[in-house]
């Protein structure tokens, strides 16, 4: 549990009564990479700024201040190590306002390393539902005692108009006590996000004098990976062999370019960004308007999400993005493995426009394989609207889309997205527990190949995919085994339980 450590006022030498500045916000972690962590928060009055940190949770014996007198903390610690747990307290120079064994955080793992990855992500949250509530819950439950790298906004994260008054009921408090503490954030804005009771929505697209931007942080210049944006409005990062991008589909930029208009900076940035990061195994990419949906909103007609599917998806599909992932419909759907579709609904043909006849579950059902792609070329993305982890309800005449293999209006949820190596896994996570839908891909699998050693020299042969085994030789369980190779050829076979996946290894012996 967080704990006050000092009492509510004291008194300086002379006598005089001091009033201790009261926490009201946070603490929440912002612009993580694997050797830094901004943590923020906001107090009642003016204060200066202490983190103490340490990786032992009785130690925290390292300082990092900001003597500048402020409600709106914000501190960076810097030094640290990749992958590593940081127990943290929250404070003044002499006072701390907050502390405990549950204020802790990892930093990011290293770009290209290929341990488990784990993103949570969140669309539509903030407007202090009891489906709100429970969709965190049973979110939370899922993770158990497992960490999550960090979570992601889709947008819309405080009704109805994102005013800062707004993102204090409906999100900070809701979340303060467990994910904002522990799990770095990076945020998306929405079109509830750009409301303004002052200027039209014109104008604070154009200025982004909102309090989204001003209570948050985003990785502007490339510290967490990928290309500085030098905005907070679109910003990339890297958590281990994933390479995210954060992109805003409401704002402008240079007072008039929209997310569809492919000439202008956000899109120019985009594919900068993609051509230097081709280098990364998995791409996902999010922001808030869905270009599939039939869900609260229809993607078909005039609008943002008909001209970012006609104008802009296509750009991603070329840079070979794997998962786009939106709210705004206040609803989950889930498509295929698609290639090649712009057009409104009724246009769709899935022997034309899905890459994979399978629906991706991998759970062992009717044709539940995974979707496979290959790394050369990169055909193949997935899009998930997961915009129910607060708003919830209400469908479009099309309703479900014909390019979704599944869609849920009636239930809410927050989707995980898990990541090993090779092997991407969505599930959505809803608000009474159940897991309904899942999804898997695979990258570079189902190999043959052949394999030249000594003779009476051991090989060690490994599976190309993650997940369970079944070797045909010595009735082998486990990713890799050791053979001898001879003078004869001999085919030794894995696959996995459901027959999805098979690597043939040729072991011959060279002279």
């Keep these: 549990m967080a704990q006050d450590?000092?009492?509510?006022?004291?008194?300086?030498?002379?006598?005089?009564?001091?009033?201790?500045?009261?926490?009201?916000?946070?603490?929440?972690?912002?612009?993580?990479?694997?050797?830094?962590?901004?943590?923020?928060?906001?107090?009642?009055?003016f204060a200066r700024s202490r983190v103490r940190y340490g990786t032992e949770a009785g130690k925290l014996?390292?300082?990092?201040?900001?003597?500048?007198?402020?409600?709106?903390h914000l501190v960076k610690l810097t030094g640290l190590t990749p992958g590593t747990k940081y127990y943290y307290s929250i404070g003044g120079i002499k006072d701390t306002l907050q502390s405990g064994p549950e204020n802790y955080f990892f930093t990011l793992t290293a770009a290209g390393s290929e341990g488990m990855v784990r993103v949570g992500a969140f669309g539509d949250c903030g407007n202090?539902?009891?489906?709100?509530?429970?969709?965190?819950?049973?979110?939370?439950?899922?993770?158990?005692?497992?960490?999550?790298?960090?979570?992601?906004?889709?947008?819309?994260?405080?009704?109805?108009?994102?005013?800062?008054?707004?993102?204090?009921?409906?999100?900070?408090?809701?979340?303060?006590?467990?994910?904002?503490?522990?799990?770095?954030?990076?945020?998306?804005?929405?079109?509830?996000?750009?409301?303004?009771?002052?200027?039209?929505?014109?104008?604070?697209?154009?200025?982004?004098?909102v309090a989204y931007y001003q209570n948050f942080s985003m990785p502007e210049a490339g510290e967490a990976g990928g290309v500085a944006s030098h905005t907070k409005a679109f910003y990339s990062f890297d958590i281990g062999n994933v390479h995210f991008l954060s992109l805003d589909s409401y704002g402008k930029e240079a007072n008039q370019f929209r997310i569809y208009d492919t000439l202008g900076p956000q899109v120019q940035w985009v594919k900068?960004?993609?051509?230097?990061?081709?280098?990364?195994?998995?791409?996902?990419?999010y922001w808030h308007h869905p270009p599939y949906t039939?869900?609260?909103?229809?993607?078909?007609?005039?609008?943002?999400?008909?001209?970012?599917?006609?104008?802009?998806?296509?750009?991603l599909e070329r840079y070979g993005v794997d998962l786009i992932l939106c709210g705004h419909s206040h609803d989950y759907e889930r498509s295929g493995l698609l290639q090649g579709h712009y057009g409104a609904e009724a246009s769709f043909n899935a022997a034309e426009h899905t890459l994979s006849p399978s629906t991706g579950r991998y759970d062992g059902s009717s044709n539940s394989c995974p979707y496979f792609k290959n790394s050369a070329t990169g055909q193949g993305t997935v899009y998930v609207v997961s915009g129910s982890a607060g708003q919830l309800g209400g469908r479009s005449a099309g309703f479900p889309h014909n390019a979704m293999q599944y869609s849920n209006d009636s239930v809410g949820g927050a989707s995980i997205i898990e990541v090993r190596g090779n092997r991407l896994d969505l599930k959505w996570i809803c608000a009474d527990g159940v897991i309904r839908d899942q999804f898997t891909m695979m990258k570079d699998v189902n190999k043959t190949v052949q394999v030249k050693g000594k003779k009476g020299v051991p090989l060690i042969l490994t599976a190309s995919f993650v997940g369970n085994y079944q070797w045909n030789k010595k009735g082998a369980t486990a990713r890799s085994i050791t053979v001898m190779p001879t003078s004869r050829k001999t085919v030794y076979e894995v696959k996995d339980p459901f027959s999805c996946v098979k690597d043939v290894f040729e072991v011959v012996a060279t002279k």
Excluded at 294 to 315: C, P, Q, T, W
């Design 5 to 45: 450590s000092a009492p509510l006022s004291k008194k300086d030498p002379a006598g005089k009564v001091l009033v201790k500045p009261q926490l009201i916000r946070g603490p929440y972690l912002q612009v993580a990479t694997t050797n830094s962590m901004v943590v923020r928060w906001r107090t009642d009055a």
């Design 61 to 72: 014996d390292k300082l990092a201040d900001d003597s500048a007198l402020t409600t709106e």
């Design 128 to 209: 202090n539902s009891i489906n709100q509530r429970n969709v965190r819950n049973a979110f939370i439950k899922y993770l158990g005692s497992d960490y999550m790298n960090a979570w992601i906004l889709l947008g819309d994260n405080s009704y109805p108009d994102g005013a800062d008054a707004e993102l204090q009921a409906k999100f900070f408090n809701i979340y303060k006590d467990d994910l904002l503490k522990k799990y770095p954030l990076f945020p998306a804005p929405g079109n509830h996000d750009y409301h303004d009771i002052e200027f039209s929505a014109e104008v604070a697209q154009r200025t982004k004098e």
């Design 272 to 285: 900068k960004d993609l051509e230097a990061n081709t280098n990364r195994q998995w791409v996902v990419a």
């Design 294 to 315: 039939m869900g609260s909103h229809s993607s078909d007609g005039v609008g943002e999400l008909a001209k970012i599917r006609e104008n802009f998806i296509r750009i």
